[in-house]
């Protein structure tokens, strides 16, 4: 059973900051890499940013690379989403995913083990 619970979400102005976390409680995904996808009011879920099992490499979608850092901390079964500078088209819920992988279409869980989501909205 997936267990990852997300925290961190809130309501920000533009060109702020806010930090997602993520708990893997069943310490299910310990060895694969994990991620955050988003998904916005009409729009299907995106990948944001990914992280190995060990926190040695990391991957970004284009959109937020360089505001964005993923990290991890594998003692605490924790990833974490640290957003700078942030615009309104971040304005999503924010899903923390387990066993990342990435194929030609693009970026997904293997399972869609997702957790419950965090809503993060940007205003002007």
């Known amino acids: 059973q997936v267990q990852l619970r997300e925290s961190g979400g809130g309501l920000v102005q533009a060109g702020g900051s806010l930090k997602l976390s993520c708990v893997d409680s069943g310490r299910t995904f310990s060895n694969y890499q994990m991620g955050w996808f988003r998904q916005a009011p009409g729009k299907e879920r995106e990948f944001v940013a990914a992280v190995s099992w060990n926190g040695g490499r990391t991957y970004y979608a284009d959109s937020v690379k360089g505001r964005f850092a993923i990290s991890r901390d594998t003692g605490a079964d924790t990833i974490y989403l640290q957003m700078n500078n942030l615009e309104q088209d971040d304005t999503a819920v924010y899903y923390c995913?387990?066993?990342?992988?990435?194929?030609?279409?693009?970026?997904?869980?293997?399972?869609?083990?997702y957790g419950q989501g965090t809503q993060v909205t940007v205003s002007l």
């Open positions: 995913a387990g066993d990342v992988n990435k194929n030609t279409n693009g970026w997904y869980s293997l399972g869609d083990a």
